[in-house]
């Protein structure tokens, strides 16, 4: 069935067995109302459709929120070094380990 103008596409179906008065159907509305088994494909196209939007956006959304971390993690790495003893990580300025307490030589 074609759409009509000012029909939605939740409206395309395929009768598969005709109602009670029998005929052509314009509206999905009007085929279930005569008690007609319909195949609305129209609605299942919305709904593939609505579920492709909604993932997109979801993608985008943790796409963005993983590229916000990276940046963190790249300044903090910028901001700590790794002590030589435990390999912990610790500030740059630090003299010694907050971890297992060894000096540390001092970098600028």
């Known amino acids: 069935m074609a759409l009509k103008s000012g029909a939605s596409q939740a409206d395309l179906f395929i009768v598969l067995k005709g109602g009670e008065a029998g005929g052509s159907y314009h509206t999905l509305q009007q085929a279930n109302g005569d008690g007609a088994v319909t195949l609305s494909y129209g609605v299942f196209l919305n709904s593939i ?39 912990s990580a610790i500030d740059k300025r630090a003299t010694r380990c907050a971890f297992c307490g060894s000096e540390q030589e001092k970098t600028g």
Request: hydrophobic share 45%.
């Open 49 to 87: 459709f609505s579920f492709l939007i909604v993932t997109w956006f979801a993608f985008l959304l943790v796409k963005g929120i993983n590229h916000v971390r990276q940046k963190e993690e790249a300044m903090e790495e910028k901001q700590s070094k790794e002590c030589g003893l435990c390999f």
